[in-house]
Nanobody
Framework: VQLQAFGGGLVQAGGSLRLSCADSRRTFSNNGVGWFRQAPGKEREFVAAVNWNGGYPKYLDSVKGRFTIARDRAKNTVDLQMSSLKPEDTAVYYC?????????????????WGQGTQVTVSS
């Protein structure tokens, strides 16, 4: 598994962005995949996760109803659609693949990490 995250950028509050996580080796189809974020001076926190077949999505409470995680089997990506963005969503966003097939909110369950992509939400 070799993950790449892309799609970040600068957006105004209330706007939308779509992040994508791709596996360049096309081997994470059987893994749970999650998105995490890290703001300056803060711990990396869980944002969303989905299991191997796109089911059982999990979300951080503060993003429920605004973010949607989904697997795109045709493109072999796991996408994070972010809407109604707030300045507090500003962070570097990372995607990660778990050691197994389930969705997890626990950072220690993730073995493979991609490089981060910056999301900046201006007020």
């Amino acid at each position: 598994v070799q993950l790449q995250a892309f799609g970040g950028g600068l957006v105004q509050a209330g706007g939308s962005l779509r992040l994508s996580c791709a596996d360049s080796r096309r081997t994470f189809s059987n893994n749970g995949v999650g998105w995490f974020r890290q703001a300056p001076g803060k711990e990396r926190e869980f944002v969303a996760a989905v299991n191997w077949n796109g089911g059982y999505p999990k979300y951080l409470d503060s993003v429920k109803g605004r973010f949607t995680i989904a697997r795109d089997r045709a493109k072999n990506t796991v996408d994070l659609q972010m809407s109604s963005l707030k300045p507090e969503d500003t962070a570097v966003y990372y995607c990660a693949a778990s050691r197994n097939s389930v969705a997890s909110s626990l950072r220690e369950n993730y073995h493979y990490w991609g490089q981060g992509t910056q999301v900046t939400v201006s007020s």
